[in-house]
């Protein structure tokens, strides 16, 4: 529905005025994946709290075997509609698979619920503003 696309387009833009250099990426691609930077996911759930087609990828380079980002750091947002089951399990399942694989979430992840809020680029600025500070 694009609203997570519109949050990290939000959180692009706030972090650039923030003098942060981003870089955007819609589909993964290994050839623009840098481990030393910093990850900021930004995602919805679909389905069952499954993972979106655009970051399946993604998720399946993470499972890659022997992968470790150890030390990486990274941050979460998530949207989803606490109204199904599997609320916004996407983006929990991104984060504890970073976890896992020895990154090192800065902050608090954030979710968002679709029935509590109405703009999630406002919802969300506040949040990036005080993420940006860990960076």
């Known amino acids: 529905m694009g609203t997570a696309e519109g949050v990290a387009q939000s959180a692009h833009k ?13 589909t993964f691609s290994v050839e623009n994946f840098d ?8 995602t919805s759930s ?21 992968r470790s980002l150890a030390g990486m750091k990274y941050g979460i947002i998530s949207l989803g509609d606490s109204s ?7 983006g929990i399942h991104l984060d504890e ?13 954030l979710i968002m619920d679709a029935i509590l ?14 993420w940006a500070t860990l960076l």
Not at 14 to 26: D, K, P
Not at 35 to 42: D, H, P, Q, S
Not at 84 to 90: L, R, T, V
């Open 14 to 26: 706030i972090l650039e005025q923030l003098g942060h250099t981003v870089f955007a990426h819609e």
């Open 46 to 66: 679909t389905g069952m709290g499954d993972l979106p087609e655009n970051i399946i990828p993604f998720y399946h380079f993470l499972l890659s075997p022997d």
């Open 97 to 109: 698979t970073l976890a896992d694989l020895g990154a090192v979430r800065l902050g608090d992840r």
């Open 84 to 90: 199904y089951p599997n609320f916004a399990q996407a």
């Open 117 to 130: 809020v109405e703009d999630h680029q406002q919802e969300a600025s506040t949040w990036i503003k005080e």
């Open 35 to 42: 481990e030393n930077a910093i990850l900021l996911v930004c």
